[in-house]
């Protein structure tokens, strides 16, 4: 077996005795991503050297000094996370050559603990998509068939912990970013509770529903990456002041007493029928675990959504404003004033995707459209949170499909925003309330994996984790796919 | 017909904290280009504003000096427009719930007292600065003003002439100086303001449609704009034109403006609810101990000085208006108060202040605190000069000494030998001597020629080098010519 | 309903060629379509939450400062230690 193949846990062992070194593990992920790469497509930068010297450094650590558990073990970066030093283009021609001068939150909780950055990951622009068919670069292929999607955004970090590429890596979760495409590509993705996770150095797509989260093949192993990186950020004003427990430490696959929620709204029209039976079939194993199942009702996830596409361009359309051509990134050839400058640069900067949210964000906000789209829309949310508190009155967790179907060929919804947006039914949700929500392999459907998904109370991710431990018991860690 | 001009001001004031109102730049005028910035103020990608604590206390110390009634909760909005001066490409303000609103300040003019009302006080950052330059290969920006923190003071139409807004505007202005907020360094840009110009018939209770002023530089600046404005739009209304609702730019050195936007260009900013900043909450104790940090305002001050003191008004509308001739002013009434000093009156004091201590002080250009003068060294000057001890002559000349640094005044009379002589056989001897020897003129007196009095009496104040009581040398050189 | 694609582009200093209009205009449409579903609901959305203030920011200056080269060193132009724009006065 090869080092890439095992799990970050596992791995974290084998340093810890000396099996192995860090510079082997790194060397062996990085030989896996120049083989699997071409065809896969997860990375936009690839830093061998830094990685390399970055190994080799913690080796030497290695018993002069007491080193975190994942330190040595290589990591993969969704590129919308600033990495000092490092290319962060957002898979976005408009910042195709931007070099941040500092380090996001999370970047310096990762070099803290030591662990080995081997690139940065392809993404859909600017996080906007449900397919990273929307890079300015490359497309991403799922590894478990290269001819459909890894889902989106955070589809190059989904791929790449799904081909071995990366042991572990960091993404973002707008609205399913993490959890659909772990979901798609079988490994589990948490999307913590908003405010859990500093956003600081976080390019921002929705800064009221953004939030960082950890991919892995194993619950274990991400359940490692969230306690390196969730923590109070004073440089974030929206970040939680409050301790969090060793995730890690009190992960345990006892379900017995546990109320899981099934609201029906999650299992009807738009979700395939075979994967509501596989993930229910996952939920009942749970049952005989010892859990209990509860019915519930969240009767405006059909208006989620409509809301979550409102607030989120709403809040795109200024966030990106910013990119301009004056400060960073992309400026236009030839022009023959300010406006046109602008407009050039915007124009030919940014993809149609990221275009039409800009377009949508501006209309919402404009001047009389105002409260019959944005405000009603803030008011729907609260409905959200209202039906969602009432319901964790009823059970611990509520259990869902992470997406309606299995992944999606290339280029199938590319032509049709609407059915692309749908895709996001099962996950906006969860933004909108800042809820903590965790997606696990269930099973599969036709070959291709299907996600189960939890969500929780704010702050309640060592529930989450351990349900999907439960549920990984039964299935089994992800193993990289051939490809 | 006769018109009646309609203003109302938008004042811009730059608030004097230690650092920007979003990041922990410093917040200082007139340092080298582009080096009080951070990632956060320039908006790099994945930035994020923390709000500066100071800002709201100084903000809404403001509301409380202008009558305000203070919203303690409260949120921030952003204010979308592109400008190259404004990196986020968003001016993070308040729109719909400003910190502090519903106010007033009373103006005084001519001598009579007018109430101007305050719609609202809110918060806001500041933007950059263009320079231009035909060297220069198109604008330039300078990124050290982004982010300084701003309070947007905005008035009702209340005022009816060019002379009441510049009395509005010098009325705010000491308020700022007296709860030391800001600067207010016209020629820095720490006070700025927009102005908007209606007129109508004279009787006529209906606004007339008003024209927005920018790049109104100084209060003399807007007195001359608001005329201009003013006539144009009569001129206009005589010649039977219409006012277009428009915004206009002024250029002060023609003494013109320019139309700059008409209605139908109106930017929209689209508005909404900054999402990278949660709820503004200042408890009530706070905002009530903030209150109590008020000193007396400038126009309470000024009825004490009349009222109580017995200031005319105009002396005491000259002492209120500057801070530092008010403190020392203060602090010298109630030393002389406190040590019940009857023989010092707030006349002689105020002469004092607004005689030889402002004229030393503008002739020097220092401020009070960095001279040796002091209260209590000032209250010793005149009360030596009003129970007779020294002369006035030598008072000014023991003030010429403390400036110089020597403040020890019981030594300077001694060593100058300043002592008045009030001993009526010492006086009577010089009078004598000065008389026999000044025979003609004494005679001429005698003759009709009454000014030799002024004379005589001069030559005995000469003859004791100045130590005589000059009230004491004229009674006995009367009493011996008319004897 | 009809979007105004043109006004909206340009409100986002966007510029979208007229060949591509047409495709706009109708994806603009049907998005707006689909979000507008929304039902009547009414209340205050302001979001304040004062049991959950937003914690302020200590009035001190910071001391870990990049320098000018290093937070410029992305600008696409620049002159005297400032990025350049296009004239904004004539």
């Keep these: 077996m090869e080092l890439y193949e095992y799990s970050a846990h596992k791995l974290s062992k084998m340093l810890s005795e000396k099996k192995c070194s860090s510079e082997e593990i790194t ?16 990375y936009l930068t690839v830093c061998e050297e830094n990685a390399l010297k970055k190994a080799r450094e913690v080796d030497e650590k290695r018993g002069r000094e007491t080193l975190h558990p994942l330190a040595g073990i290589p990591i993969g970066i969704k590129d919308n996370i600033s990495t000092k030093g490092l290319l962060t283009t957002c898979a976005s021609k408009m910042l195709y050559n931007y070099v941040p001068p500092f380090d996001a939150f999370v970047m310096k909780k990762v070099n803290a603990a030591d662990m080995v950055v081997t690139g940065k990951l392809n993404m859909d622009e600017f996080a906007m998509g449900s397919s990273t068919e929307n890079s300015y670069f490359k497309k991403t292929h799922n590894p478990h068939n290269l001819d459909c999607v890894p889902g989106g955004s955070s589809g190059g970090s989904a791929a790449a912990v799904a081909a071995g590429s990366a042991v572990i890596s960091l993404g973002s979760d707008t609205g399913g970013s993490i959890r659909m495409p772990a979901s798609y590509c079988g490994v589990v993705g948490l999307k913590p509770t908003y405010g859990s996770v500093s956003r600081y150095g976080l390019v921002a797509f929705a800064s009221s529903l953004d939030q960082i989260g950890p991919f892995g093949r194993s619950v274990t192993d991400t359940a490692m990456l969230y306690s390196v990186i969730c923590g109070h950020d004073n440089m974030d004003a929206t970040s939680a002041d409050r301790e969090y427990p060793d995730f890690t430490a009190l992960l345990n696959s006892d379900v017995k007493g546990l109320k899981i929620g099934i609201p029906e709204e999650y299992y009807g029209e738009g979700v395939d029928n075979s994967v509501k039976e596989t993930v229910m079939n996952a939920v009942k194993e749970l049952e005989k675990r010892g859990a209990e199942i509860v019915n519930i009702l969240l009767p405006s996830t059909k208006y989620a959504l409509n809301a979550y596409y409102i607030i989120s361009s709403a809040e795109a359309s200024s966030n990106l404003a910013r990119f301009d051509g004056v400060k960073y990134g992309y400026r236009t050839e030839n022009f023959t004033d300010l406006t046109d400058m602008y407009e050039k640069t ?42 969602f508190n ?9 259990a869902t499909p992470a997406t309606p179907a299995t992944a999606f060929r290339l280029g199938e919804n590319i032509g049709d925003p609407t059915k692309m947006y749908a895709a996001d039914i099962c996950t906006v949700t969860v933004n909108i309330a800042g809820l903590p929500a965790i997606s696990v392999p269930c099973g599969k459907v036709n070959d291709m994996p299907v996600g189960l998904q939890f969500i929780g109370r704010k702050f309640s991710e060592q529930i989450l984790l351990n349900s999907a431990f439960a549920v990984e018991n039964i299935f089994g860690e992800s193993k990289p796919i051939n490809v | 017909m006769e018109y009646e001009t309609i203003v109302g001001l938008e004042v811009h004031a730059e608030l004097n904290t230690k650092t920007k109102i979003y990041c922990n730049c410093k917040n200082a005028f007139g340092l080298e280009v582009n080096t009080q910035i951070c990632p956060i103020c320039t908006g790099m990608p994945g930035t994020l504003p923390t709000l500066n604590e100071k800002v709201v206390e100084y903000a809404v110390k403001m509301g409380h000096a202008t009558n305000c009634s203070i919203n303690n909760v409260c949120k921030q909005d952003r204010k979308n427009y592109f400008y190259p001066d404004l990196p986020k490409a968003y001016q993070i303000s308040q729109s719909d719930i400003p910190l502090c609103e519903h106010g007033y300040v009373d103006i005084m003019l001519n001598g009579e007292e007018k109430r101007i009302g305050i719609t609202r006080i809110h918060i806001e950052e500041d933007a950059g600065k263009m320079l231009h330059n035909d060297a220069f290969q198109g604008s330039l920006v300078d990124f050290n003003r982004c982010g300084v923190p701003l309070i947007e003071i905005v008035s009702e139409p209340d005022m009816r002439s060019s002379a009441e807004a510049k009395a509005y505007l010098d009325t705010l202005k000491s308020i700022l100086q007296y709860i030391d907020i800001s600067d207010c360094k016209m020629e820095q840009g720490s006070i700025r303001c927009d102005v908007n110009v209606s007129v109508r018939p004279k009787g006529s209770t209906e606004f007339g449609k008003r024209v927005e002023m920018k790049n109104v530089n100084s209060f003399s600046g807007a007195m001359r704009a608001i005329d201009y404005e003013a006539n144009r739009q009569i001129e206009a209304l005589e010649r039977g034109e219409e ?7 002024w250029d002060d050195q ?10 139908e260009d109106a930017q929209d900013y689209r508005y909404f609810p900054e999402p990278d900043l949660t709820t503004i909450y200042v408890p009530l104790e706070k905002v009530e101990e903030l209150k109590n940090d008020i000193p007396e305002l400038p126009n309470a001050k000024i009825k004490r000085y009349v009222k109580v003191l017995g200031l005319s008004q105009i002396d005491a509308e000259l002492i209120a208006e500057n801070l530092p001739r008010c403190r020392l002013f203060d602090e010298c009434v109630k030393i002389c108060g406190y040590f019940g000093k009857d023989s010092v009156s707030p006349k002689n004091l105020s002469n004092w ?10 002739e020097t250009g220092k401020d009070i605190a960095d001279t040796p003068l002091d209260a209590n060294l000032l209250c010793k000057i005149v009360e030596l000069i009003e129970t007779k001890v020294i002369s006035n002559t030598s008072g000014k000349v023991i003030f010429e000494e403390i400036m110089n640094g020597n403040t020890d005044i019981d030594k300077i009379i001694e060593d100058k030998g300043l002592r008045q002589i009030s001993d009526d056989s010492a006086i009577e001897k010089i009078v004598n001597d000065v008389l026999a020897a000044n025979q003609k003129s004494v005679d001429d007196y005698r003759g009709g020629k009454t000014n030799a009095l002024g004379f005589l009496v001069g030559q005995c104040m000469k003859a004791s080098k100045g130590q005589a009581n000059p009230a004491k040398c004229k009674e006995l050189v009367l009493k011996y010519l008319n004897g | 309903m009809s979007i105004d694609v043109k006004h909206l582009a340009r409100l986002a200093r966007l510029r979208i060629e007229d060949d591509k209009l047409a495709k706009f205009e109708k994806d603009m449409e049907s998005i707006v379509a689909m979000v507008e579903q929304l039902p009547e609901v009414s209340g205050d959305a302001s979001g304040l939450d004062p049991e959950h203030p937003m914690k302020l920011r200590e009035d001190k200056e910071g001391t870990d400062k990049l320098t000018r080269n290093e937070l410029l060193a992305n600008a696409p132009k620049m002159q005297a230690g400032c990025v350049v724009v296009p004239k904004t006065v004539e």
């Design chain 1, 27 to 42: 060397k062996s992920v990085l030989d896996r991503a120049a083989a699997t790469d071409e065809k896969v497509g997860a």
């Design chain 2, 254 to 263: 023609k003494g013109v403006n320019v139309l700059l936007r008409t209605k």
């Design chain 2, 243 to 249: 006012i277009n609702q428009e915004t206009r730019r």
């Design chain 1, 390 to 398: 009432s319901a964790f009155g009823k059970c611990d967790v509520i």
């Design chain 1, 346 to 387: 915007r124009s030919e900067g940014f993809g149609d995707e990221v275009k039409r949210r800009i377009m949508l964000g501006t209309f919402v906000l404009s001047s009389g459209f105002f409260d019959a789209y944005y405000k009603k829309a803030k008011l729907v949310a609260l409905d959200i949170v209202k039906e």
């Design chain 2, 353 to 362: 202040v607004l005689g030889d201590v402002s004229k030393y002080m503008n």
